[in-house]
């Protein structure tokens, strides 16, 4: 779309958001927000998301890129939290692929060096069960010289692989954001919050201003939720 187009349209369409009356408003277009909205859409809420820059524009395209089921939270005893992470990993898998995608891990075991293979594995068995599929095997030490070429061998024992996930951070954001957006939910980016509206101490709404020129509005809704990121 032209960008006249666009300013156009904005034009039209920031004014009418003070005559609604929105179930909630979520500051910040990041993974987070999007997903608050996502999930508050699909409830049926009238809501509304806005985003000062772009959508994604901070953390959410800054990230490693990792989908992981938290395999280091297994060594801190956080089970519940290593469960919680390894299906949500799974349940991405599943409804997202070609943006969601399985990334393969080789970990090389030397002698004498933590963690070793027994170890490891045990640890990954543990990994896998909370995922439901087993996802790693062991390679001996001329495997891993061909699975890995220029992989330092002394003392090499052979390595590990299993397998998280990978994703595009960004177009995560942008799906996610789609599906709220077509069960109901309105989004706007460049709409900076400057200030919180608020009756009888209680936060009732907020100020906005276009990044694109026109008069500051004031929007009211029943719930926000602040998404804004570091």
Known sequence: MSQDWNAQWRQQALPGLAAQAWDLIVIGGGISGAGILREAARRG???????????????SSRSSKMVHG???YIAKGQWRLTRDSVRERQRLLQEAPGLVEPMSFLMPHYRGKFPGPRVFG????VYDALAGRRNHRFHDARQLAFLAPGVKEPGLLGGTSFLDALTDDARLVMR?????????????????????????????????????????QQVRCAALAVATGA
């Open 176 to 216: 996610v954001l789609a599906e709220a957006r077509a069960d109901g939910a309105q989004v706007f980016n460049g709409v900076r919050v400057t200030r919180l509206l608020r009756e009888n101490g209680r936060v009732c709404g907020v100020q906005i201003e276009d990044s694109e020129g026109g008069q500051p």
């Open 45 to 59: 809420w009238r809501c509304l998301l806005l985003e000062q820059r772009d959508f994604a524009w901070g953390t």
């Open 70 to 72: 938290g395999l280091r």
């Open 122 to 125: 045990g640890l990954l068995s």
